[in-house]
């Protein structure tokens, strides 16, 4: 029994490395593309590492008509801080638990790491792209028509254009 945990992990030592960034957050179409992801790009091939990034945007900051101060009091700013952080854990525990459930429950199977910054998700997640060297970068397509994209703008076109690593946009089936 020993050998063949040895053997284990000696081959796993022998398989290359590869760094997957996922973006989630808190839609379908991001949860779907990790799904994609774990089901077709994952591999026992690799010795994969999933991360996992959620772009916490800022809460907003009016200021007075007459730019003399803060709208908002510090307790509703603080409230809503408070309520962003506990959406970031949500969808997190949200997105491990299809990793453990796809990775079938063992925990050496696929490593996966949580990254929670804040900030504009585009800017969030080209950077960690690049600072964690990632091998690809998959997204979800939140599949907005040319009005809204112009409005909202595309999270995954600003990545798929500023990227260095390969981008793999995953559109959900309607």
Not at 74 to 97: F, P, Q
Not at 140 to 156: D, E
Request: contains cysteine; proline residues 3%.
């Amino acid at each position: 029994m020993a050998e063949g945990g040895a053997a284990a992990a000696a081959a796993s030592e022998n398989k290359e490395e590869r760094r997957i960034v996922v973006a989630v957050d808190e839609s379908e179409e991001s949860m779907y593309a990790l799904t994609w992801c774990l089901k077709n790009l994952v591999s026992s091939n690799f010795n994969d590492t999933l991360f996992l990034v959620y772009a916490n945007n800022p809460p907003p900051v009016y200021t007075a008509v007459d730019g003399s101060g803060y709208l908002f009091s510090s307790d509703i700013i603080a409230t809503m801080e408070r309520y962003g952080g506990e959406v970031a854990e949500s969808v997190m525990e949200k997105a491990k638990k299809i990793c453990r459930d796809l990775g079938g429950g063992d925990d050496d199977q696929i490593k996966v790491e949580t990254r929670v910054e804040r900030g504009d998700a585009r800017d969030v997640i080209c950077k960690m792209v690049e600072r964690l060297n990632a091998d690809i970068l998959v997204m979800g397509s939140h599949g907005y028509g040319l009005i809204k994209r112009a409005f909202l703008g595309s999270v995954s076109n600003h990545c798929a254009q500023n990227v260095k690593s390969p981008v793999m946009i995953v559109k959900k089936p309607k």
